[in-house]
């Protein structure tokens, strides 16, 4: 099983023994697995502390001596909190560096709303020059990475704890979806960490004799629409799965592409409204309605519609 926490630490410590130009910056998290780099890179390593506005300041100044910082820290925190910072300071600035986060959605389930993060990739989308992934297993977020963190762009990187398991490698490129299966009567779209519920989903429809195509989204921006679309024209029926606000989440840009072409039938599953509920992270996306079964249920109702 993937996880992405140490995945960056493995990758900070490579990138670093390779480009003397990293610098990592953190918000008093994450010490432990970046002790190495730490230990190894010392005039490169800081924690800045519970400051997150600051830790943006600091690697903008950071990016403007032509470093490339890493900044890294809980979701909610450094982009939502932060935004105007990432905003005045790197999108005005024409400055380039990279926001890593772990704590995304439901991660932190159990500390309650202010921990839960789902609208990061709407804000960072909004931005110019901005680079916005959201991948589920370490392989997806080493080699997204490395292409295109010393690009000239801002790249957020939305870490998961509840990462799947499928094996991507050789298939992973920015800025280009993955059909994860094929099928001719659904289309259903994952995106990051819901692709472990919509594989689930796939199986138990394609047993009864479904045919389903299954396409995974690690890279939100620049958006692969050209596959999305193709599939879409063939099945004339999509699921969106996200655990994203409804607000500008995939399915948005999804619409947007699909908006002047022919009929079809659409479904966004995602998180209508803020849940203030605390919990384990499958119950709280059991409220959210983002659980194999809901995705199963919907996808009967519309290939019953096709039907009918």
Request: net charge negative; glycine share 6%.
């Amino acid at each position: 099983m993937s996880n992405l926490r140490q995945a960056f630490a493995d990758k900070m410590l490579s990138v670093g023994a390779q480009d003397p130009r990293l610098v990592v910056m953190v918000g008093d998290i994450s010490h432990g697995i970046l002790k190495p780099f730490a230990a190894e890179y010392p005039q490169r390593y800081y924690n800045v502390g519970i400051c997150e506005p600051t830790i943006v300041g600091m690697a903008a100044g950071i990016a403007s001596t032509g470093l490339v910082p890493v900044a890294h820290t809980i979701a909610p925190f450094l982009i939502e909190r932060s935004f105007e910072q990432i905003k005045l300071d790197f999108a005005y600035q024409q400055l380039a560096g990279n926001f890593i986060t772990v704590g995304g959605a439901f991660d932190y389930a159990q500390l309650g709303c202010s921990h839960h993060c789902y609208n990061d990739i709407a804000l960072m989308c909004q931005l110019d020059n901005t680079v916005v992934t959201s991948p589920a297993s370490d392989y997806e977020f080493s080699e997204l990475f490395s292409q295109c963190y010393d690009q000239g762009t801002i790249n957020y990187f939305k870490l998961t704890e509840n990462p799947h398991s499928i094996d991507f490698t050789g298939k992973v490129e920015l800025g280009k979806a993955i059909v994860v299966e094929q099928g001719n009567d659904l289309t259903l779209i994952a995106v990051g960490p819901q692709l472990k519920q919509a594989v689930s989903a796939y199986e138990n429809l394609t047993a009864h004799g479904h045919s389903v195509e299954l396409i995974y989204i690690h890279t939100i921006k620049p958006f692969d629409a050209q596959t999305v679309i193709d599939s879409i024209a063939k099945t004339r029926a999509v699921i969106v799965c996200e655990e994203l606000s409804e607000h500008g989440g995939v399915y948005d840009v999804v619409m947007r592409h699909w908006a002047s072409r022919d009929k079809a039938q659409f479904k966004q599953l995602a998180i209508k409204e803020m849940i203030h509920d605390y919990g384990t992270y499958e119950q709280l996306c059991q409220v959210a309605g983002l659980t194999e079964k809901h995705i199963s249920d919907h996808a009967i109702t519309m290939l019953e519609k096709k039907k009918a």
